[in-house]
């Protein structure tokens, strides 16, 4: 599990490199990152991975709100980072060689997978966003 940590902080900060991020969000980046593959990795043995990355990315949006206020920097910067870990890349790459292969039953398993996972992810972030602004509205 520490391997996974360290490798989904990698692969958040590098991308936030790719993204073009300031330099001094690119530990906090990472650190959503990794934050959200463990609240997946924990949850992924108990519920289904769509609900696991749903409550990741819950938890990817909270975090990135946080980071946004306290070094005023725009939410999207933390969120995207936050979550490419938590993107289902691999498993659409699949459904489409699969397509490709004529093996169509597998094909339209894994592509339905990828876009209930990528619908999690979306609600996920949209839920944070919205719980955000309830929190704020909530303390004036």
Same mark, same amino acid.
């Given at each position: 599990?520490?391997?996974?940590?360290i490798t @989904?902080?990698?692969?958040s =900060?590098?991308?936030?490199?790719?993204f073009?991020t300031? %330099? %001094?969000?690119l530990?906090?980046?990472?650190? #959503?990152g990794?934050?959200?593959?463990?609240?997946?990795?924990?949850?992924d043995? +108990?519920?289904k991975?769509?609900v =696991?990355?749903?409550?990741a990315?819950v938890? $990817?949006? =909270?975090v990135?709100?946080?980071?946004a %206020? @306290?070094?005023?920097?725009? $939410?999207?910067?933390? #969120? $995207?980072?936050g979550?490419?870990p938590?993107?289902?890349g691999?498993?659409?790459?699949?459904?489409?060689?699969?397509?490709? +292969?004529?093996?169509y039953t597998? *094909?339209l398993?894994? *592509?339905?997978?990828?876009?209930? !996972?990528?619908?999690?992810? *979306?609600?996920? !972030?949209?839920l #944070? +966003?919205?719980?955000?602004?309830?929190? %704020?509205r909530?303390?004036r």
């Open positions: 599990m520490i391997v996974q940590l @989904s902080f990698i692969a =900060a590098t991308f936030c490199i790719l073009n300031p %330099r %001094r969000t530990f906090q980046c990472g650190l #959503s990794m934050l959200g593959w463990m609240v997946f990795l924990l949850l043995s +108990e519920w991975s769509v =696991a990355t749903f409550f990315t938890i $990817v949006g =909270a990135s709100q946080v980071f %206020r @306290s070094f005023k920097m725009p $939410v999207i910067i933390f #969120s $995207v980072g979550i490419i938590l993107v289902p691999g498993l659409a790459y699949d459904a489409m060689r699969r397509f490709i +292969e004529d093996d597998t *094909a398993q894994a *592509a339905v997978q990828a876009f209930l !996972l990528s619908g999690a992810i *979306a609600t996920g !972030l949209v #944070s +966003e919205v719980l955000g602004q309830m929190f %704020r909530g303390k």
